[in-house]
């Protein structure tokens, strides 16, 4: 299963404005062109499911997810309950900073293609982070603050992080 875990800051906001406009799943699909429908239902009991329709690869993706929200704690988590991915379940949390609010965002998906996982999956974990940026951007002008190790090794597989250009040797021609 990948993983995937993004920061971002929202200046000048508390967190519960910031997670009042996160749980705003209505206003996903202004906010970014690869998110093309949510359809949100308040159950009887108080539960939220959310019915969502995304691009993917010039194809579409769609899930549907039963939301937990939790307005004292400025966090909700989701769970897929049917769909196009095997799994898909995360959470976003909304926390002071010094400069405003803290939204971490994490999830843990699976495509459930086994044979193409090491193809697809770096794929999919990149077009959740730059879906999540955009949707940040949008509704609270949040700017990421940390970044995906950058892979350095040309396998596919993770390398380590470079901070700092001096640490990369420069190409012999």
Known sequence: MRHVVLHALAQGMTPHAVYQRISDFRRYPELTGTVQDVQVETLPDGS????WTVLFRGGLMRWRERDTLSPATDSLTFEQLSGDFQTFEGSWRCAPHDEGTLVTFTAAFDLGIPTLADILDPVAESTLRTNIA??????VDAKVVDAPPVPLNGSGTRGTEVTDERAVAPARG
């Open 48 to 51: 939220v499911v959310s019915d």
């Open 134 to 139: 955009q949707i940040l951007a949008g509704l």
